[in-house]
Structures are given as structure tokens and as C-alpha cells.
């Protein structure tokens, strides 16, 4: 009966011990998933605040340099020196002014001034114009004055609409020149469809100035 007893309690703490080291194992391994599941969902949550980041930042690119691009009227007002003029009549692009255009665009809180010449039309014999000197002076320039209205923001930049009350070609006069404008730091960029008067066709009109006083 002693050894029998003896026999028995062994058998009963080599259980114990066995089960105690099954519920160990058990809790080694329910540990171990608790933490395969914890690094999961931290991945995913930080998987989702990466994605909401980027998508802030890429919302914030996009709207902001929206703004960022916006002209007030305030910036249009003074003297500007033309650097590049182009017209593009459907797939062609000209230089109706040539490569070198030289004159200034000037603009009150009401009104807008243009005049832009050829840089490199040769000078008449005398004050006196020929006929074909008077030709070659009048493809060589355009002038124009008009009182402008509206300064809508527009995506393409401020648009402005300006009614010619004076010009060097009639072909303009009482006419409506509607441009976008964009101001960005001393430079200034325009465009619009008008009548070149140059050319007499109705191109996109685009040229380059920089502030000039």
C-alpha cells in the first residue's frame, strides 16, 4: 500500500507537471498570437494613417497651389516691359511682333495701355513715311487703350475684360479684348483669343512682361 501510495502521488504531480506544462505551452502560444494580432492591426491602423497622410498632403499640393497662383487686381496696377509675344492660329505658332518685341503694357486701377513694337524695324529715311515704309511701320506694331471690367478669379488667373476706346487700327476699335492674367513674383503672363491686328486673324495671344517700375 506504501508503495502503491508512493506510485500513485508520483503519477498524480507527473500529471500536474504535465499539465502544467501543456497550459504553459498553451499560454506561450496564445501570447505569441495575441501579439501577431496586435502587430497586424498596428499595421493596418498605420497603414491607414499613411494613406490619410498622403492623401492630406497630396489635397494640400493640389487645392493650395490654387491660391497660391491667385492675382488680385492690386497686382496688376503699373508698368510692365514686354519680354515675348506669340499668337497661335490652330496647330501654328508666329512671332507677329518678331523675336524681338520690345514695349510696355500699363494698367491704372481702370484702364489698360499697350504698346508693342517690332525692336528691330529699321528706321525711315525721313519723317516723311513712304508708302511702303507707312505698310511695313503698321505691320510692325499695335497699340490700343480701353477701360477694362471684371477681375473673376478664374483657374487660368484673373480674367479681364477690356473695351478698346482708342487704337492704331480700327480693325480693334470698340472691341472687346478679354484676357487671363497671373502675376507671379515681377513677371506677368497674358493671354487670350483676339484679333491680332498685325494679322487680322483671331489667334491665342499670349505674352510675357516684367514689372518695370
Excluded: H
Excluded at 496564445?30 to 497622410?53: D, G, K, N, P
Excluded at 525692336?119 to 516723311?128: D, E, F, G
Excluded at 511701320?137 to 477690356?162: D, F, P
Excluded at 487670350?192 to 516684367?210: A, D, H, K
Amino acid at each position: 500500500m506504501a508503495s502503491g501510495g508512493v506510485f500513485r502521488m508520483a503519477t498524480d504531480r507527473f500529471g500536474s507537471w504535465s499539465l502544467a506544462c501543456g497550459l504553459s505551452t498553451l499560454m506561450r502560444k496564445f501570447v505569441s498570437v495575441q501579439e501577431t494580432l496586435c502587430c497586424t492591426v498596428l499595421e493596418v491602423v498605420m497603414m491607414r494613417v499613411v494613406l490619410a497622410t498622403a492623401a492630406l498632403l497630396l489635397a494640400a499640393a493640389t487645392v493650395p497651389s490654387y491660391a497660391q497662383q491667385t492675382t488680385t487686381q492690386d497686382q496688376l496696377i503699373g508698368s510692365w516691359k514686354v519680354l515675348s509675344l506669340k499668337a497661335t492660329t490652330g496647330d501654328k505658332v508666329s512671332y507677329p511682333l518678331g523675336d524681338q518685341v520690345a514695349g510696355y503694357v500699363t494698367m491704372t486701377p481702370t484702364r489698360f495701355w499697350l504698346l508693342f513694337v517690332d525692336a528691330t524695324r529699321k528706321k525711315p529715311a525721313s519723317p516723311t513715311l513712304t508708302d511702303a515704309e507707312a505698310i511695313a511701320m503698321m505691320k510692325t506694331q499695335v497699340a490700343w487703350t480701353g477701360k477694362y471690367t471684371g477681375t473673376e478669379q478664374t483657374a487660368e488667373g484673373v480674367k479681364l475684360t477690356a473695351r478698346v476706346d482708342a487704337a492704331s487700327s480700327q480693325a480693334i476699335f470698340d472691341t472687346d479684348r478679354v484676357y487671363f492674367i497671373r502675376v507671379s513674383g515681377d513677371k506677368m503672363m497674358v493671354k487670350g483669343s483676339v484679333i491680332v491686328p498685325m494679322t487680322g486673324q483671331t489667334s491665342t495671344v499670349e505674352f510675357e512682361l516684367v514689372k518695370s517700375d
